[in-house]
Nanobody, 123 residues
């Protein structure tokens, strides 16, 4: 059974950092792209970042470029999202998701989702 579990969210002050983890089980990262998405209440889920083993691609949405870094540890079957210089506008519920093959930005292209973790940036 394919499963993704996010962790690492929390409350942080503006300018602070958090590292989100997406632990996957039931499949190997080798053939999958893992994307990070975020969603605010009443708003659409949006793509933040993605990393793919199949073609080595990495994607960031413009608003997080230079602040967020995605990485993977294949031995631990875990993908990380290091978030630095966090801003109040980064306050969302963050999800990771998986799809076979390369990265895509559209939510509907992903087949498996975690339950999410809340990130709140506030002083």
């Amino acid at each position: 059974q394919l499963q993704l579990v996010e962790s690492g969210g929390g409350l942080v002050q503006p300018g602070g950092s958090l590292r989100l983890s997406c632990a996957v089980s039931g499949f190997r990262l080798d053939y999958y792209a893992i994307g990070w998405f975020r969603q605010a209440p009443g708003k659409e889920r949006e793509g933040v970042s993605c990393i793919s083993n199949s073609d080595g691609s990495i994607y960031y949405t413009d608003s997080v470029k230079g602040r967020f870094t995605i990485s993977r540890d294949n031995a631990k079957n875990t993908v990380y999202l290091q978030m630095n210089n966090l801003k109040p506008d980064d306050t969302y519920f963050y999800y990771c998701a998986a799809r076979l093959g390369s990265c895509r930005t559209q939510v509907v292209r992903y087949d498996y989702w975690g339950q999410g973790t809340q990130v709140t940036v506030s002083s």
